[in-house]
């Protein structure tokens, strides 16, 4: 998937387009999304140019490697190959709110790493890291109510400022959220008290520092 990342240039589209930095590979698969802000059908301003035309123009030009998603008020197309969005939005630029995929040689690099979270925030607003937690790989047979506790004890005991993704005392699956120094410091006993629910743990890049 590297070698088929290309970086948006903002010479390649035109002034009106906003171009901003992806979050993901979309779907695992889709580099790059074209925003189209227009209300839809059946709604009473539906702009049929921003809809009708371009699909005809995707489907014209054999773009078949795509993906969409649609609201009341916006469409957005996934695509595979930068070489297809500069070619739709040189068509459909009136149309086009925004461009978003990677836009530095690192921001592709961090796309395809396992090492790092990219958002546009925090979690809520101030934790940089997050232990994915899951039971889902142990045996059916191991006390999952006694490991829950023992996690949680250790992390209110331990941890000075944390959240997690919910309170259930009967989960099978959980998000832990605090600081990546927090964790750091005291990762070797989280790897002895319940390393082996760790399913991934990753620190958050702000997409403003790209």
């Keep these: 998937m590297n070698s088929q990342l290309k970086v948006l240039t903002r010479k390649d589209f035109d002034s009106s387009i906003n171009i901003r930095p992806s979050d993901r590979v979309y779907f695992n698969e889709y580099p790059y999304r074209i925003d189209i802000e227009a209300p839809q059908h059946p709604h009473p301003m539906h702009d049929p140019i921003a809809h009708y035309e371009i699909t005809d123009i995707m489907r014209s ?30 068509w459909a630029g009136e149309q086009v709110t925004r461009v978003v995929g990677p836009i530095s040689k690192n921001h592709v690099s961090m796309l395809t790493s396992q090492n790092c979270i990219l958002r546009s925030a925090l979690f809520y607003g101030k934790y940089n890291y997050r232990l994915e937690l899951s039971f889902f790989q142990l045996p059916f047979t191991a006390n999952r109510s006694t490991k829950i506790n023992e996690i949680m004890d250790f992390v209110s005991n331990n941890f000075e400022d944390y959240r997690w993704s919910h309170n259930h005392l009967k989960w099978y699956y959980n998000f832990l959220y605090c600081s990546e120094k927090e964790y750091n410091a005291l990762q070797g006993f989280i790897n002895i008290s319940f390393g082996n629910c ?13």
């Design 61 to 90: 030009s054999n773009m078949f490697w795509r993906r969409e998603r649609r609201s009341a008020f916006k469409r957005s197309i996934y695509l595979g190959d930068i070489e297809d969005v500069k070619w739709l939005c040189n």
């Design 198 to 210: 760790i399913r991934d743990h990753r620190t958050v890049y702000l997409l403003s520092h790209l």
